[in-house]
């Protein structure tokens, strides 16, 4: 089972850029998928980005594709989010979580079990 913890959120103005970090322990980080889920404001957790668990494919959200980058590094047990050209809608509050295909959509492996996330809130 994998942990996680979440950081690098903050404030930014509109157009801005922030990298968020997702640092794992516990086995087998390397053996899954990861993705990035949000919760904004009155919102239900949303998906956002997904990486393959080499890394060598990546999947994202129509809300946030050309403007979001997911990459991980298994040597380090950590995932990044790379989000530039942010936007006021994109405030919420981050996740990273192993994941699955759900058939539609990617959905955390384990929907009960979530870390403490990292808020991001963009200003307009």
């Known amino acids: 089972q994998v942990q996680v913890a979440e950081s690098g959120g903050g404030l930014v103005q509109a157009g801005g850029s922030l990298r968020l970090s997702c640092a794992a322990s516990?086995?087998?980080?390397?053996?899954?998928?990861m993705g990035w889920f949000r919760q904004g404001p009155g919102a239900d957790r949303e998906y956002v980005a997904a990486?393959?668990?080499?890394?060598?494919?990546?999947w994202y959200a129509d809300s946030v594709k050309g403007r979001f980058t997911v990459s991980r590094d298994n040597a380090e047990n950590t995932v990044h989010l790379q989000m530039n050209s942010l936007k006021p809608e994109d405030t919420a509050v981050y996740y990273c979580?192993?994941?699955?295909?759900?058939?539609?959509?990617?959905?955390?492996?384990?929907?009960?079990?979530w870390g403490q996330g990292t808020r991001v809130t963009v200003s307009s």
């Open positions: 990486i393959s668990s080499g890394g060598g494919s990546t």
């Open positions: 516990g086995s087998g980080f390397s053996s899954y998928a």
């Open positions: 979580a192993a994941a699955v295909f759900g058939g539609r959509s990617w959905v955390p492996l384990n929907p009960r079990d």
